[in-house]
């Protein structure tokens, strides 16, 4: 679920302000990303540091910065595809990328928290399968509803709605007594 919003907002939202903001494709795609991904780099730092940090006093702290940071990006996607703005687009995407980047800096750390550590190697492996499995599927299924006309706004507001499932799904993560080793 998380690699559907994700990979449909970051492979669509170039064209999305190419055509929406009547950018030049060079910086409708440079806006997207550099904005996006610097972000990101950062929420990375931020988001590892602060699960680091909170889960001395509270065992869960790594299951619940990704659902924070989740909660807080689905709106700053919203925002972004749901403004007529440039600046208040990029803000939305700075604050996307950057609360996004909150699970994608705990997604090993939870993995280890609820799986043995003999198979942590295989799901982190079949976590990745899925995600880029997800991720074409997905990349694919914008572009059969860009060519059907529906307005890529309406992409977006789908992958917030992912968001924000993905952080209840996390509540519901439970640690096993082996994952400690």
Not at 23 to 45: D, E, H, K, N
Not at 64 to 91: E, R
Not at 137 to 150: E, H, L, P, Q
């Amino acid at each position: 679920m998380f690699a559907i919003a994700s990979w449909a907002l970051i492979g669509w939202m170039p064209t999305y302000l190419t055509e929406h903001f009547r950018l030049s494709q060079g910086a409708g795609g440079l806006s997207a990303t550099g904005y996006l991904q610097t972000a990101s780099l950062i929420g990375l730092l931020i988001g590892g540091a602060w699960a680091d940090r909170w889960t001395r006093p509270h065992p869960r702290a790594r299951i619940f910065v990704p659902i924070i940071g989740l909660c807080v990006a689905a709106p700053g996607i919203l925002l972004a595809a749901n403004t007529d703005t440039f600046g208040i687009a990029i803000m939305g995407l700075v604050v996307f990328g950057l609360t996004r980047a909150f699970a994608d800096a705990n997604t090993m750390p939870i993995l280890c928290l609820v799986a043995d550590p003999r198979y942590r190697a295989t799901g982190l492996g079949v976590m990745n399968l899925v995600a880029c499995t997800v991720g074409g599927i997905t990349i694919y299924a914008g572009g059969a509803i860009r060519d059907a006309k529906v307005d890529l706004s309406l992409v977006f507001q789908f992958g917030a709605g992912c968001l924000a499932l993905c952080a209840v799904l996390l509540l519901f993560v439970k640690s096993t007594p082996a994952s400690s080793t």
